[in-house]
């Protein structure tokens, strides 16, 4: 922060602290309602500023996933997404980033390639299970 001569504001630390201390991938409502039982008087104008910011500074990533609410990941290391189609949870995939495929891509391509993320599609556990349920409640009246 000192590079830009930012400094760490009360508010910029709580939400860090906060978003560190969830570990979850959380949009910038939920950020707000979490922090302001902290500090009541802070408005959602300045969580989102915040969070703006420490994108920016790489403390946070910032999840920009085309079809859901943008979302900011506590941890800033380059990693992938598995995002549930059903109710838009956001976890981690628990696999290893890619390292060669960029010098690939740019081996085929006049882009100049500045990163990549991963972003898998699917069911959450939760909702699997409640499909799954549905399925079998659809067989059964049908039986």
């Known amino acids: 922060m000192k590079e830009r001569a930012l400094r760490m504001t009360r508010q910029r630390k709580l939400i860090l602290e906060?978003?560190?201390?969830v570990k979850r991938h959380?949009?910038?409502d939920e950020v707000y309602a979490i922090v302001r039982k902290r500090l009541p008087r802070i408005s959602l104008g300045t969580?989102?500023?915040n969070l703006e910011i420490l994108s920016e500074l790489g403390e946070i990533r910032k999840l920009e996933y085309s079809g859901s609410v943008m979302r900011f990941d506590w941890n800033p290391e380059?990693?992938?997404h598995i995002r549930c189609m059903q109710?838009?949870?956001i976890d981690d995939?628990?696999?290893p980033p890619l390292v060669?495929?960029?010098?690939?891509?740019?081996?085929?391509?006049d882009y100049q390639i500045n990163g990549h993320h991963f972003e898998f599609v699917g069911l959450c556990p939760s909702c699997s299970e409640?499909?799954?349920d549905y399925m079998a409640d659809k067989l059964r009246k049908l039986i």
Request: charged share 35%.
């Open 47 to 49: 969580v989102y500023r």
């Open 18 to 21: 906060e978003m560190r201390r």
């Open 78 to 80: 380059n990693h992938y």
């Open 26 to 28: 959380l949009s910038a």
């Open 87 to 89: 109710c838009g949870r």
């Open 100 to 109: 060669d495929i960029e010098r690939e891509v740019r081996g085929v391509t």
């Open 130 to 132: 409640k499909s799954t």
């Open 93 to 95: 995939a628990p696999i």
